[in-house]
């Protein structure tokens, strides 16, 4: 009964879109709910007069499993989705005054690297990009892009060992000092980790494939319509395909029967059958609504750790910056300092700052600018957020303008703080959901299918392979092959 039963996907992010496009492409039947009024989740955007903001991700690397979304319905991204790689991907500004551009090429980022650290540190780092591919390549097919619904998952021994002779299992900044000697090298190749919720210190060598990701594979941008174009482009795609998508329409429960799930039912009382259900929406905020069966939980679910969360202050400008990169990170002159505030749940002391300058033509009228700012900051685990918020944004503010980018105190925008992230619904007020700690990781992470509920799928950051734009498209893309699998 189950095997060509509708499916019902709750939540129009990434996530869900990736499932929902997968499953209608093969021809299922497929009803994507979504609470909020138009597809994106965490993939959002907001306005401020004649102003538009992403809300979400600002970095989109791996861009073929993007692509590869669209192949798998027949489409060419490049009709959808126009993409441009950007150059430099990221522009690093170090406290004494120096100054870094990220780039792909081998030869361009070295010859920088000459001019910046000298000879011997180019080739250094020449030595440790060919040890970030090999860990990439053993950990890509191995452990991220693919399926840890099952423990056997991670009995591949000479993977792992593998994994261990590349350093994969020491700690991250220890890996990277072990072939970089110049700091602001070590922090352009360790300061990806808070990505997954840790520190370099915390961190596994592991993480170090997300530098790969951003400084060999380069960071894309949507031509048009900033990173809120991906799930709108999804969207489109999905209900091409025969997908049927369904705004303010909330879940309130998967309902079950003794042979799993057979349904989701609205908070209006409107029940949708289904033999498969995909929940792709914040999971511990799934759990608290009761939105879930109880039989749905296991253990990975009774100790979430969460990541840090951040300060992210968007504002619209009466001018361009000639000559500003679309990404650039501001390093404060404390590093270990930092973290170690962040893991305490105090804020960062001397923060780094990640500002965003994105060359998107409709995001602000002509002459005119958009710049997001996102500084690390506390999530709503023990810091008290009405007294940080002013301090914070004050001192936000006042660090912006010594940088160079002007009283922004009064410019048009808003400011998300992890209040305002817990408003949007992510749980602990991070956007950043469960932190990547080893228990936390790959088939440790809460698992991609409910084994005591029949039919009932996860998707998005809170279940493998984890946080990122890449990752969530994969666990769409793993929990719509399960269903097809199930119905050979």
Not at 357 to 365: S, T, V
């Amino acid at each position: 009964m189950r095997r060509h039963a509708p499916v019902v996907v709750v939540g129009a992010g990434l996530g869900g879109l990736a499932a929902a496009v997968h499953l209608a492409a093969a021809g299922r039947e497929v009803t994507v709910v979504e609470a909020g009024g138009g597809p994106g989740g965490c993939c959002g955007t907001a306005n401020a007069g004649p102003y538009r903001f992403d809300t979400g991700p600002s970095v989109l690397t791996m861009p073929g499993v993007l692509a590869g979304t669209f192949a798998a319905a027949g489409e060419d991204i490049a009709d959808w989705l126009p993409l441009r790689r950007l150059d430099p991907a990221y522009r690093l500004a170090f406290h004494d005054g120096s100054h870094l551009d990220i780039v792909p090429e081998r030869e361009r980022m070295a010859e920088q690297l000459r001019w910046l650290c000298g000879p011997a540190e180019a080739r250094r780092y020449l030595a440790y990009r060919r040890r970030l591919g090999e860990l990439f390549e053993a950990e890509w097919p191995t452990f991220i892009d693919a399926d840890m619904t099952r423990a056997r998952a991670l009995a591949r021994p000479l993977a792992l060992l593998r994994l261990a002779a590349l350093g994969g299992f020491r700690r991250l900044d220890r890996l990277a000092a072990a072939h970089l000697t110049d700091e602001r090298l070590i922090r352009a190749h360790t300061f990806q980790a808070l990505y997954v919720g840790l520190s370099p210190q915390r961190a596994l060598g592991i993480y170090a494939v997300i530098a790969h990701m951003d400084t060999v594979g380069g960071v894309y941008f949507p031509e048009r319509g900033g990173m809120h174009a991906i799930p709108r482009a999804l969207a489109a795609l999905a209900e091409k395909k025969g997908a049927r998508l369904r705004y303010r329409a909330r879940a309130s429960r998967v309902e079950t029967d003794g042979d799993g799930v057979t349904g989701v039912r609205l908070d209006g009382g409107e029940h949708l059958p289904a033999g498969h259900v995909v929940i792709a929406c914040d999971l511990p905020a799934a759990r608290a609504a009761r939105l879930l069966p109880e039989r749905a939980v296991d253990w990975r679910w009774r100790r979430p750790r969460f990541s840090p969360s951040c300060l992210v202050l968007h504002a619209g400008l009466d001018r361009t910056l000639p000559g500003q990169a679309h990404h650039t990170v501001h390093f404060g002159r404390t590093w270990r300092e930092t973290f170690k505030a962040l893991e305490n749940g105090q804020p960062q002391p001397d923060p780094s700052l990640l500002v965003t300058y994105p060359e998107d033509a409709d995001a602000a009228p002509a002459g005119h600018a958009t710049l997001s700012v996102l500084e690390p900051a506390p999530n709503l685990r023990g810091a008290d957020w009405r007294r940080l918020r002013p301090e914070l944004e004050h001192r936000l503010l006042g660090r912006l303008a010594d940088l160079g980018y002007g009283d922004l105190s009064n410019a048009p925008g808003l400011v998300l703080d992890p209040p305002a992230w817990q408003r949007l619904g992510h749980s602990a007020g991070t956007p950043f959901a469960l932190d990547h700690r080893f228990t936390q990781t790959a088939w440790f992470r809460p698992s991609g299918v409910a084994r005591r509920v029949p039919g009932l799928h996860f998707a998005g950051m809170h279940t493998a392979p984890g946080v990122g734009v890449p990752p969530v498209l994969i666990s769409g893309r793993l929990a719509a092959t399960r269903i097809l699998e199930a119905a050979r």
